[in-house]
């Protein structure tokens, strides 16, 4: 039954990778995303106590921002109420105000059946055998706990006069949790001021993405069939075995990238491409993911597009192809914005 068990298990996955594609190769990639708010005075902020703040919302977010580092620069010029000198002060162009709008804890008791295998109602012979088939059932107390954290923030520009023009930006943010206890149970529900100081802490994650560049990582996958077609007059002229010795540097050059040698691949694609006389969508495709994570986009852009006219001159329709000129197009965007959101970060200390 074990064996069974295993088996089934091992085509159930099979299953999913024919179904999903969820067992085909692919690349990791990292980019720096540009902060939400684009306007230049956000990094030098002060920020203000919240109101109604019992989790610490405001430190908390003082603390994420005043960590962050982009090319190992200070992002922020940070000051916060009541504990910065009046030479801060001045520097200050931006204010961030906030309030904690909820900061809640729902107990909802209920009771859960259980089965009591100890103790048998009714028992029944087979073959010489007896065999219960009914257990005694009872019922346990529990209790379900949602944790509920709600933070507004308002961002405006430092001026003297009080006006809704000066605010840059604004947004609500929300964080949950469900945690649930029976009797019997080993953990314990935190209480309602240790998990919402976590809750905080979610939110202020949320914020600093909003306000500061961030890392994002994605996988891309990678075409691993060579769409190789030589006529038969151009296959004569070229050297015996030309197709089989594509094909596995081809396969070699996947095993490097699945290897992390991302170098090597990009040697072995290029090589590749001229000796196939730049006519492989597939080959175009997977230079311009190495491309891609070595951050040169233009070249990226380049190599999807030719991959892109092969794939249509072949009449096929590849959805990573499609995926990555729409994937490419927003990274090239988002980079000008980047480019001018880092340019001369605060302070280097």
Known sequence: ??????????????????????????????????A?????????????????????????????????????KKYFNL??????????????????????????????????????FGTCLIVVLRNGQEICIRFARYEIFCRKNTYKVKTKIEVKLKTKKISTSNIIFKKIYNASKILKHCEGDFNILPSKNEQNTILAQNITKQISRDLAPY???????????????????????????????????????????????????????????????YKSYAINYNLSLLEEYFDKLNKAQIYMQKASSLAQSKNKKIDEIKQGLKRLKREQKNKIILNKQIRNNTYNK
């Open 1 to 34: 039954m074990k064996i069974l068990g295993t088996l089934g298990k091992l085509t159930f996955g099979f299953f999913i990778c024919l179904g999903f594609g969820a067992c085909s190769q692919k690349i990791l990639m990292t980019r720096l995303e540009p």
């Open 36 to 72: 939400l708010i684009t306007n230049q005075n956000i990094k030098y902020i002060k920020i203000n106590s919240f109101k109604n703040d019992d989790i610490n919302q405001s430190k908390q977010i003082y603390k994420a921002l005043k960590n962050i580092k982009i090319k190992n």
């Open 79 to 116: 000051v916060l109420e009541n504990t910065s000198k009046s030479s801060e002060n001045q520097k200050v162009k931006t204010i961030l105000n906030g309030e904690v709008l909820l900061n809640s804890l729902d107990i909802y008791p209920y009771f859960k059946r259980r089965t009591d």
């Open 215 to 277: 890392y994002k990582s994605y996988k891309v996958k990678l075409l691993e069939n060579l769409d190789l077609k030589i006529s038969k007059t151009k296959e004569k002229k070229l050297k015996k075995g030309f197709r089989e010795k594509i094909e596995k540097e081809f396969k070699k050059a996947l095993k490097e990238i699945k290897n992390k040698n991302y170098k090597q691949a990009k040697n072995i694609l290029e090589k590749l491409n001229s000796k196939t006389f």
